[in-house]
T-cell receptor, first 116, second 111 residues
Framework: DAGVIQSPRHEVTEMGQEVTLRCKPISGHDYLFWYRQTMMRGLELLIYFNNNVPIDDSGMPEDRFSAKMPNASFSTLKIQPSEPRDSAVYFC??????????????FGPGTRLTVL | SQQGEEDPQALSIQEGENATMNCSYKTSINNLQWYRQNSGRGLVHLILIRSNEREKHSGRLRVTLDTSKKSSSLLITASRAADTASYFCATTTDSWGKLQFGAGTQVVVTP
């Protein structure tokens, strides 16, 4: 299995621009999580989905952030407009409740976002 | 706010020594997990211990859980340079499997 795939791996953009981060979860996993990691705030859960439906988006910092999961194999996290304080590493993770490894999350390599 | 807090924040040891790090949490949990993060990489799951378990082993890893003290420890025995990484504890408190991570312990193992 290829694991969780994220793209792009690095993104540099200017303040005010729209940024779209992409994630392909592990095939068969029915949970998908988006996290943000910074030195100051550590690892923060932004939003998670179950069977493509958003369950909890209380971690989304503000309306500039939105996430979608149009099908079981693809999710996006969009920031519009982006601000310098959005600079962070964004991780996508997936998991399956249907195996003995339920609750274990598998992380992608992350997207390092820099907003100038 | 973070559910788990690791102690120490940083740990420097030599190869062959044991490394111990602790995690404290605030509310009742379903299970507790430990993850490792190498520099510039995503997190990798190491081990899961359920709330009704007290100790678990996996290779050179030993995890304990004390629910009365709301704390867990991770022991890495006979450490290697490749163990250099940040280690995070994460707790699950709901049926959705949502994880709450601590701030992590940065471990440096020198040859």
């Amino acid at each position: 299995d290829a694991g969780v795939i994220q793209s792009p791996r690095h993104e540099v953009t200017e303040m005010g621009q729209e940024v779209t981060l992409r994630c392909k979860p592990i095939s068969g996993h029915d949970y998908l999580f988006w996290y943000r990691q910074t030195m100051m705030r550590g690892l923060e859960l932004l939003i998670y989905f179950n069977n493509n439906v958003p369950i909890d988006d209380s971690g989304m910092p503000e309306d500039r952030f939105s996430a979608k999961m149009p099908n079981a194999s693809f999710s996006t996290l969009k920031i519009q407009p982006s601000e310098p304080r959005d600079s962070a590493v964004y991780f996508c993770a997936s998991s399956s409740r249907g195996t003995h490894l339920s609750y274990t999350q598998y992380f992608g390599p992350g997207t390092r976002l820099t907003v100038l | 706010s973070q559910q788990g807090e690791e102690d120490p924040q940083a740990l420097s040891i030599q190869e062959g020594e044991n490394a111990t790090m602790n995690c404290s949490y605030k509310t009742s949990i379903n299970n507790l997990q430990w993850y490792r993060q190498n520099s510039g990489r995503g997190l990798v799951h190491l081990i899961l211990i359920r709330s009704n378990e007290r100790e678990k082993h996996s290779g050179r890893l030993r995890v304990t859980l004390d629910t009365s003290k709301k704390s867990s420890s991770l022991l890495i025995t006979a450490s290697r340079a490749a163990d250099t990484a940040s280690y995070f504890c994460a707790t699950t408190t709901d049926s959705w499997g949502k994880l709450q991570f601590g701030a992590g312990t940065q471990v440096v193992v020198t040859p």
